[in-house]
């Protein structure tokens, strides 16, 4: 799909489809490239060991959105992969964000951000907050580790714990099972914080099942009648389209994204700039949209 095609503007069925108009960039992300040290499976990115789909993002693409973002009161950084600290140059990058604004790192905290720890010791002395988001796929070690690699599990929470001890923000993100009763999923985590002194409450981030990068799966439209008389104005101000914007690398050069779910496609290529990005209506035709739509799937962390 692409916004040359007949139904970027419009459905299947010919009726208006839905969209969102950004109003605001509170927050940048950044893509760092889908090089990642492990190959999950289920990873919507596509991210494996050598991916190259997405580049490393450099010093000097992120140097020149963080300056654009903050001409439009930007007011936080966050990073995403593929694994942020397989990119040789994010921690440099990290250190940059943080002279500015407060940063979130979403990782697997396995060996790529265990190796750099003494130097991400050091960011906790930067003039703002630096957060970590682990991915603790499931609380069964067992299942974890079936996508992740054994021993992932521990190692993951036991960066968590590091890190939380160091004095870093952080939070988790897990699977959403199908009619799953998440308080007692979240619950199920709570051993395992102790284990490590992770306070019982930290935030669990739950994505539900976001297929895998470039497929087509069906779902159902989403048309302007959809978002005007299911969703209010504050349901829709939380689409992540509406406030933020994702930076990817590709063929060499950087793209401004509508979000973070939908790099796939190259439609939601909103331009070179984050003020041409700004302006663009955003189309609700990804499969991913539907996502965002029925279960308010986001990617940002409210603090
Ligand atoms: S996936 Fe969600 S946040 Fe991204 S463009 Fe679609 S509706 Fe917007």
Redesign the pocket.
């Known amino acids: 799909m692409n916004s040359t095609d007949d139904t970027w503007f419009t459905t299947s069925q010919n009726e208006p489809r839905g969209y ?1 108009q950004p109003r605001l960039l509170d927050e940048l992300w950044f893509h760092t490239g889908t090089n990642c040290n492990l190959r999950c499976p289920f990873c919507f990115e596509g991210a494996r060991p050598g991916d190259n789909r997405i580049e490393f993002l450099t010093l000097a693409d992120a140097r020149c959105f963080i300056d654009e973002a903050l001409e439009l009161g930007v007011k936080k950084f966050s990073f995403t992969g593929g694994e942020p600290f397989v990119n040789p140059q994010f921690v440099t990058i990290l250190e940059t964000a943080l002279e500015h604004r407060p940063c979130l790192v979403l990782t697997n905290a396995t060996e790529p951000l265990m190796n750099r720890m003494a130097k991400v010791v050091g960011l906790a002395n930067k003039p703002n907050p630096l957060k970590f988001r682990v991915s603790l796929d499931h609380p069964d070690p067992a299942r974890h580790d079936a996508a992740r690699g054994t021993g992932n599990f521990n190692k993951a929470l036991d960066t968590l714990g590091r890190l939380h001890r160091a004095g870093f923000g952080v939070s988790i993100a897990r699977l959403m099972l199908p009619d799953e009763d998440s308080a007692v999923v979240d619950r199920s985590y709570v051993p395992f914080f102790r284990s490590v002194g992770v306070p019982d409450d930290i935030t669990i981030i739950k994505f539900p099942e976001f297929h895998l990068s470039g497929s087509s799966h069906q779902v159902p439209e989403i048309t302007e009648t959809c978002m005007s008389h299911y969703l209010s104005a504050e349901q829709r101000a939380a ?3 509406h406030f933020s914007k994702m930076i990817v690398r590709k063929n060499g050069q950087c793209g401004v994204y ?2 973070t ?2 790099d796939d496609v190259q439609g ?1 290529d909103l331009g070179p700039t984050l003020k041409a990005a700004m302006d663009r209506r ?1 189309m ?1 035709g ?1 499969h ?2 539907y ?3 029925a279960c308010g ?2 990617c940002s962390e409210n603090e």
Do not use: E
């Open positions: 969102i689409f992540m389209c509508a979000c779910l939908v939601y955003v609700l990804h991913r949209c996502s965002c739509f799937a986001s």
